[in-house]
Nanobody, 122 residues
Framework: QVQLVESGGGLVQTGDSLRLSCAEASGQTFYGYTWAWFRQAPGKDREFVASILWSGDNAHYADSIQGRLSISATASTVYLQLNSLIPEDTAVYYC????????????????WGQGTQVTVSS
């Protein structure tokens, strides 16, 4: 099973920024895949955040947080830039990849990372 690895999370203050990264440990590429980020807060369901094609094209964002984040990608790495962070952004952030076209349903993704914790204090 392919294992993705996220990095870049941490404890920050309201208004700060973070850049999360995700890649397969051996440097495997994902040509033709869709990359995505999901997040899960305590007591909440896993929530779609953003997705993008392996080529870096066709970025999509969840309506609830659009405007404060940006996703970018290559065939080997996906990034999530988080800006103007607020406490409601506190969650474990997961990266994922799937063959073919995008979906916002986490069950449609083939490969996952272990998650990286983002905590935003007031």
């Amino acid at each position: 099973q392919v294992q993705l690895v996220e990095s870049g999370g941490g404890l920050v203050q309201t208004g700060d920024s973070l850049r999360l990264s995700c890649a397969e440990a051996s440097g495997q590429t994902f040509y033709g895949y869709t990359w995505a980020w999901f997040r899960q807060a305590p007591g909440k369901d896993r929530e779609f955040v953003a997705s993008i094609l392996w080529s870096g094209d066709n970025a999509h964002y969840a309506d609830s947080i659009q405007g404060r984040l940006s996703i970018s990608a290559t065939a080997s790495t996906v990034y999530l830039q988080l800006n103007s962070l607020i406490p409601e952004d506190t969650a474990v952030y997961y990266c994922a990849a799937k063959r073919g076209r995008r979906t916002t349903d986490y069950s449609g993704f083939d490969f996952w990372g272990q998650g990286t914790q983002v905590t935003v204090s007031s």
